[in-house]
């Protein structure tokens, strides 16, 4: 036997968020749910909740649900943002730790959240300074275990959110992995679904503590999530 951890995720439409969803379907030792501003079509055999609401109503969803884990893969980009930093910094940056507030405030043990490669509160680049600024601030917040995971470029389907830049990236992106050894590794490129299953992996994690994740992290986690039916 084995107990069953109730995890909420939040950013169910993003790429990242549908990958936790299908990698969620069958498995008996987690209960999902999924807070979302619009419909999300769930795949088949899904047995999870789907709550549709405002993001102001998403703390309420956690007093209700009380899960002890969060997985954040909220995120917008400079293309959806009309790239306006008021409006990128709203996201990325204001509701990621609106959210994390609203964690802490029902209880909820360990949170896990998608940052970047290069994150850094320092940066020069408004997105990475911007990401490590939201990293910065998490990680003094008061959860029994926080893991923030930077991975580069995402590689999988998008549907109609087509980027040239990243679509040329993802087509060379396991080419390009090959040259990136060492201090560069952290820089490769990662299938969506290995950072999904991490992020399942550490979600039920107990150890306490902070934790970041590049992409040698991120696949060892990645790898270390019990198969489907799996003692």
Same mark, same amino acid.
């Given at each position: 036997?084995?107990? $069953?951890?109730? *995890? =909420?995720?939040?950013?169910?439409?993003?790429?990242?968020? /549908?990958? @936790?969803?299908?990698? &969620? #379907? +069958?498995?008996?030792?987690?209960?999902?749910?999924?807070?979302?501003?619009?419909?999300?079509?769930?795949?088949?055999?899904?047995?999870?909740?789907?709550?549709?609401?405002?993001?102001?109503?998403?703390?309420?969803?956690?007093?209700?649900?009380?899960?002890?884990?969060?997985?954040?893969?909220?995120?917008?980009?400079?293309?959806?943002?009309?790239?306006?930093?008021?409006?990128?910094?709203?996201?990325?940056?204001?509701? $990621?730790?609106? *959210? =994390?507030?609203?964690?802490?405030?029902?209880?909820?043990? /360990?949170? @896990?959240?998608?940052? &970047? #490669? +290069?994150?850094?509160?320092?940066?020069?680049?408004?997105?990475?300074?911007?990401?490590?600024?939201?990293?910065?601030?998490?990680?003094?917040?008061?959860?029994?275990?926080?893991?923030?995971?930077?991975?580069?470029?995402?590689?999988?389907?998008?549907?109609?959110?087509?980027?040239?830049?990243?679509?040329?990236?993802?087509?060379?992106?396991?080419?390009?992995?090959?040259?990136?050894?060492?201090?560069?590794?952290?820089?490769?490129?990662?299938? =969506?679904?290995?950072?999904?299953?991490?992020?399942?992996?550490?979600?039920?994690?107990?150890?306490?503590?902070?934790?970041?994740?590049?992409?040698?992290?991120?696949?060892?986690?990645?790898?270390?999530?019990?198969?489907?039916?799996?003692?």
């Amino acid at each position: 036997m084995f107990d $069953v951890e109730r *995890i =909420a995720l939040v950013g169910a439409t993003g790429l990242i968020g /549908r990958k @936790v969803i299908d990698i &969620s #379907v +069958g498995r008996e030792d987690l209960r999902l749910t999924a807070l979302a501003r619009r419909e999300v079509k769930l795949p088949e055999g899904a047995k999870m909740e789907l709550f549709v609401a405002d993001p102001a109503k998403w703390g309420e969803v956690f007093e209700a649900i009380r899960p002890v884990s969060v997985i954040c893969a909220l995120g917008t980009t400079w293309r959806k943002s009309g790239k306006e930093e008021a409006a990128f910094r709203a996201v990325d940056h204001d509701l $990621v730790l609106k *959210i =994390a507030r609203a964690a802490i405030n029902a209880d909820v043990k /360990r949170f @896990v959240a998608i940052s &970047s #490669v +290069g994150a850094d509160a320092l940066s020069k680049n408004f997105y990475l300074k911007t990401k490590g600024e939201t990293d910065r601030e998490l990680m003094h917040m008061k959860f029994d275990r926080l893991d923030i995971l930077r991975p580069g470029l995402l590689r999988g389907f998008r549907g109609m959110d087509l980027r040239p830049a990243e679509q040329v990236g993802q087509m060379l992106g396991p080419v390009a992995n090959l040259a990136m050894h060492g201090g560069l590794k952290r820089y490769r490129s990662i299938p =969506a679904d290995t950072v999904a299953k991490a992020c399942l992996a550490l979600a039920m994690r107990k150890a306490r503590g902070r934790f970041r994740h590049e992409y040698e992290a991120i696949v060892k986690a990645a790898n270390s999530l019990p198969a489907i039916g799996a003692d």
